[in-house]
Every structure is written in C-alpha cells, then in structure tokens.
C-alpha cells in the first residue's frame, strides 16, 4: 500500500525559502514518477509539477506560476522526494502534497505551507 | 493549458439519490482523465481513472463515462459517505490541470 508523509511545511516570510520532503514506501520508488499538487486555502487542485524516475532519465516539468523558484529533486537511497521553494510569496500559501504517480494520483496527507510577514 | 471545466459547481442531494457530475475539457483529451473525491481537511482519493476505471476499493455505485471532450462521474446511491468535494483532472498533457471542484452536499 502507497505511503507518503510530507515533512517540513511550516511558515515562511515573502521572499523567502523552504524544503518539503516527502517520504515514500509501500512501492518501488525508484521507478516511480512524482508528482507534487497544491491547495490554496479554500480553493481548489493546483499541478504544480513532477519529477520521473533516474531510470527514466529523472526529468522534471514544472506549472508555470512556480517555473524557475521551485526545484524537485530526489534521493531514491532514501525513497524521498523534495521540493525546493523559493522566492516565495503569498500566492504560494496552499497545503503541498506529493503524490505518486504522473498520470492519476496516490496521494500524501499534505504539509501546509504560509507565507506571510 | 487544457481548461478542465466541471458543473455543477455545487450539488444538494439526499442519501439513495442518483447525481451526476460533469467535465469538460478545452481540447480533446481522449480517455486520460481521472476523478478524485476529497473530504474537508483530507487529501484527494483516486475513485478513476481511463475515464470509466474504478479504482481499485471504490464502491460500484460510482461510475465514469466520457471520451473526448465530455465526461461525467455517477455515483447511482448515494450514502452519507459520499458528500464531499470532487475534481476531474487530464493527464493528457502538460501542465496536468483539475477541475474547479463540485461540493456535493446533503439537502
């Protein structure tokens, strides 16, 4: 059964930084595609990108609203993925959740992300 | 970017009613949608995917349709577990999008 738990959200002021990591088990990470999706407050599904496997050349795709402040990346010795935010800003307020898969989605509980002064 | 569209936007409905959702897609996206029910403060849950494939665990009273452009999610009895929030989502291209959500709530 997927397992994934989201770790590092937390608050952060305009402009900065942070790191979300999402630990995977319960199927074979290192040949999994994943994907990361966000929820403003009150709001709706947002895409924001996806990293694939190293097995299949390890290439990312990124939403444009994020495209050149966020960075995936991954540890397959530690079933772990990340996202790095930054240049953060209000709009980027949301609950993060990694999910397994490209196409349709097993997800994570989600870590909660604030941006504010 | 491929503008999933959903209506309604809102639903009320009783236990053993019959509802319907709908999913439109800007551009045709052949069978590579999927649908997800999310409940308040939890994350999204796969109910199907290919358009019409029950996820595995999802009860048969839901069911998807759809190819092209058109889709719709029926769930045939409805039970009290089933007021939530639901979203279509392409896979067709990048970027992936959702749809704005339906909130099925109880009359």
């Known amino acids: 059964e997927t397992q994934l738990v989201e770790s590092g959200g937390g608050l952060v002021k305009p402009g900065g930084s942070l790191r979300l990591s999402c630990a995977a088990s319960?199927?074979?990470?290192?040949?999994?595609?994943m994907t990361w999706v966000r929820q403003a407050p009150g709001k709706g599904l947002e895409w924001v990108g996806r990293?694939?496997?190293?097995?299949?050349?390890?290439?990312?795709e990124y939403a444009a609203p994020v495209k050149g402040r966020f960075t995936f990346s991954r540890d397959d010795s530690k079933n772990t993925v990340y996202l790095e935010m930054n240049s953060l800003t209000t709009e980027d307020t949301a609950v993060y959740y990694c999910?397994?898969?490209?196409?349709?989605?097993?997800w994570g509980q989600g870590a909660l992300v604030t941006v504010s002064s | 970017a491929t503008r999933m569209t959903q209506s309604p936007s809102s639903l009320s409905a009783s236990t053993g009613d019959r509802v319907t959702i709908t999913c439109r897609a800007s551009?045709?996206?052949?069978?590579?949608l999927a649908w997800y029910q999310q409940k308040p403060g939890k994350a999204p849950n796969l109910l199907i995917y290919?358009?019409?494939t029950l996820q595995s665990g999802v009860p048969s009273r839901f069911s998807g349709t759809g190819s092209g452009t058109d889709f719709t999610l029926t769930i045939s009895f409805l039970q009290s577990e089933d007021f939530a929030t639901y979203y279509c989502?392409?896979?067709?291209?990048?970027?992936?999008?959702f749809g704005q959500g339906t909130k099925l709530e109880i009359k």
């Open positions: 990293i694939k496997s190293n097995t299949d050349g390890g290439t990312t």
């Open positions: 290919g358009a019409s």
């Open positions: 551009q045709d996206i052949s069978t590579y």
């Open positions: 999910a397994r898969g490209d196409n349709w989605y097993y």
């Open positions: 989502h392409q896979y067709y291209t990048y970027p992936r999008t």
């Open positions: 319960g199927f074979t990470f290192t040949i999994a595609s």
